[in-house]
């Protein structure tokens, strides 16, 4: 089989924009701290609760919470994300993790956002902290909570192990979801 020259060079230019794109949002969450991540976390929380208040709800009955204060997004063909967040249970941190995905397609765009995953159940709790990873879609089971779902939300409702919110998105990117995303403990 015969490579043309044109055929290369697409190739190419594909697998260095793709590297690229995932390098500029990799630096720039690399070099958070603890005492960063534990402030962002609480700011995070806050503006969730501002705009949702329903996740507000959700805190007061969770067995743990996890916050992903910011997420950098970007892709071109190949993409990826990556962000680092902290467990809390009964309002004491519990540890640091890091959520990584990556995704090929027809993409193209770089995005921020914070999500924040309510464990409600000690089953979920246990399974992030006995997992070498929690792969989002498979152990527990993790509703993504929408506007219209959140006004809905009581504790007569909650039937979940974990619900998520997305919020604070800002870039341009095609799609958002943390289906397939594997949250990792890190040491801090």
Known sequence: ??????????KLLLISAASLSIASFSTQTLAATAEDLD???????????????AAET????????????KIIKAGLVFGG?????VLTKSAK???????VSASWGWQAGAESYGYVVFLMSEKAVRYLDNSKGWELGVGPSVVVVNEGM???????????????????????????????????????
Do not use: W
Not at 58 to 69: S, T, W
């Open 81 to 85: 994300s990556y962000g680092e967040g």
């Open 39 to 53: 402030k962002d976390a609480a700011q995070a929380l806050q503006t969730l609760y501002k705009s949702n208040p």
């Open 150 to 188: 959140a006004k809905n939300l009581s504790t007569s409702t909650l039937k979940g192990d974990s619900y998520a919110f997305i919020f604070d998105q800002q870039g341009l990117m095609a799609s958002l979801s943390i289906e397939g995303t594997k949250i990792t403990r890190i040491k801090r």
């Open 93 to 99: 941190h519990a540890g640091y993790f890091n959520s």
């Open 1 to 10: 089989m015969t490579i043309t020259r044109r055929n290369l060079l697409q």
């Open 58 to 69: 959700l805190a007061a009955k969770a067995k743990g919470i996890l916050v992903f204060p």
